[in-house]
Every structure is written in structure tokens, then in C-alpha cells.
């Protein structure tokens, strides 16, 4: 089991649907983050949450809404998105720079969306 | 401007042979950390390997290194004996200001492993 799980691993939704990706850490981190991969992009960093307060809003649009109950879940409202936002979706958790740490992320396996 | 610029956006190499990713930064911060990732087609992005800007050696793990040219602004990632499990993309990352905990990603290099 990977210490970030993320579903659904493919989602398939229209213009008008709403629907919201999940992801759950099992590693004790307080640090979450959304980050949106487009093909021949660069990874773009949407959200960060810390200790479940919101950090960094990258200038997302409002289709786009992040939730996070807790330190362990992370979601990502959507609704009337738009084809251009079809991507992968990689969530990651991160213990920060505390003790010594480097900061690196621990990501996720991705949700893959398609926007008809 | 960029960054992060990754040149090569795919390479071809033959198994075990030596590889290496390019990866060049700005920043004008004194302190940051320089990552790379490994992401198979699976999508999962795997953590190699840190470089942090006062590390006087380079970093290594295992069969990855890290060539840190700190005057060039340089990260380049050497993969020694390259396996057919290494065919993946992989990004380089930034992360500027300790204390500021995003990470800047490049756009990535296709890494192919041919038997």
C-alpha cells in the first residue's frame, strides 16, 4: 500500500457534472498539496493545505474547490469544469522542514480526468 | 523566465550504460533544495534523491547522483548502470527560501531504456 492513496484513479465527467477526487495519507504528515499535471506542462501547484489550514491558493479558479477535514484527507470539489482542465490530478503530502527535513513530497498515484 | 528547464525532452539509452538528466535552475536565493523525481507510467512520482544549496557533496543514493554545479546553476541527475525499470519521465524540482515548502517543477525528460 503507498502512503498516499487517491481515488477514483480515472474519472470521466461533463461540463456540468460535479464530482470530487480524495485523497487519504497514512504517513503522519501535516502538510497536503493539489497539483495539476497537464501534458507537456510542467506540474502546476494548486493548493496547499497545512496542519488543515489552506496555505496557497495558486490562483485556481472557483470550478475548483479543495477541502481538508483533517491532516490525512484531501479533496478536490469540481463542478462545471471545462475540457481544458482535463489532467492529472497528483495529490502529496509532505512532513516539512521541521527536524531537519528536506521538505519532500510523497505523492500519490494520480487521478486521471477527462472533461467532455 | 523558467525556473526550471529540462532540455532533453526524451532520451535513448542502452541498458547499462550511464545516463545523464539535465536540470538547470534560477533562483536568486541563497538557500533552496534541488529534487529529483521519477514517474512511471503509472503516474506515482517517486522521490531519488536532494541536493540542498549548502551540501558541499554531491548527493548520492544508490546507483543515483546528483552533479551539483552551484555557479552554473546546475542539477544533473546520473543514473549509473541503467536498467530497463528506469524508462520513466523524470523531473527536477526547486524549492526556494527554507521555510517556503513548494516545490517548482520542470517540465521532465522521457528516459528510455533499450534492451
Known amino acids: 500500500e503507498t502512503g498516499v492513496t487517491q481515488t477514483p484513479r480515472h474519472l470521466v465527467m461533463g461540463m456540468t457534472n460535479k464530482k470530487s477526487l480524495k485523497c487519504e495519507q497514512h504517513?503522519?504528515?501535516?502538510?497536503m498539496y493539489w497539483y495539476k499535471q497537464s501534458a507537456k506542462k510542467p506540474l502546476e501547484l494548486m493548493f496547499v493545505?497545512?496542519?488543515?489550514?489552506?496555505?496557497e491558493n495558486n490562483s485556481v479558479p472557483s470550478r475548483f474547490s479543495p477541502e481538508c477535514p483533517n491532516s490525512s484527507h484531501l479533496f478536490l470539489h469540481l463542478h462545471t469544469l471545462q475540457p481544458e482542465d482535463s489532467a492529472l490530478y497528483l495529490c502529496?503530502?509532505?512532513?516539512?522542514?521541521?527536524?531537519?527535513?528536506?521538505?519532500?513530497?510523497?505523492f500519490g498515484e494520480g487521478s486521471r480526468l477527462t472533461v467532455l | 523566465a523558467q525556473k526550471i528547464t529540462q532540455t532533453q525532452p526524451g532520451m535513448f539509452v542502452q541498458e547499462k550504460e550511464a545516463v545523464t538528466l539535465d536540470c538547470t535552475y534560477d533562483?536568486?536565493?541563497?538557500?533552496?533544495?534541488l529534487f529529483w523525481y521519477k514517474q512511471p507510467s503509472s503516474g506515482e512520482m517517486i522521490f531519488l534523491i536532494y541536493?540542498?544549496?549548502?551540501?558541499?557533496q554531491n548527493a548520492t543514493e544508490g546507483r543515483y547522483s546528483l552533479n551539483f554545479q552551484k555557479a552554473r546553476k546546475s542539477a544533473n541527475l546520473v543514473i549509473s548502470a541503467s536498467q530497463l525499470g528506469d524508462s520513466a519521465m523524470y523531473f527536477c524540482?526547486?524549492?526556494?527560501?527554507?521555510?517556503?515548502?513548494?516545490?517548482?517543477f520542470g517540465t521532465g525528460t522521457r528516459l528510455t531504456i533499450i534492451p
Open positions: 502529496a503530502s509532505s512532513q516539512g522542514l521541521a527536524g531537519g527535513h528536506t521538505g519532500e513530497l510523497f
Open positions: 533562483t536568486s536565493d541563497q538557500s533552496y533544495g
Open positions: 504517513l503522519g504528515h501535516n502538510a
Open positions: 541536493q540542498g544549496s549548502y551540501d558541499e
Open positions: 493545505y497545512n496542519f488543515k489550514e489552506q496555505t
Open positions: 524540482a526547486m524549492r526556494e527560501n527554507f521555510g517556503n515548502e513548494k516545490l517548482t
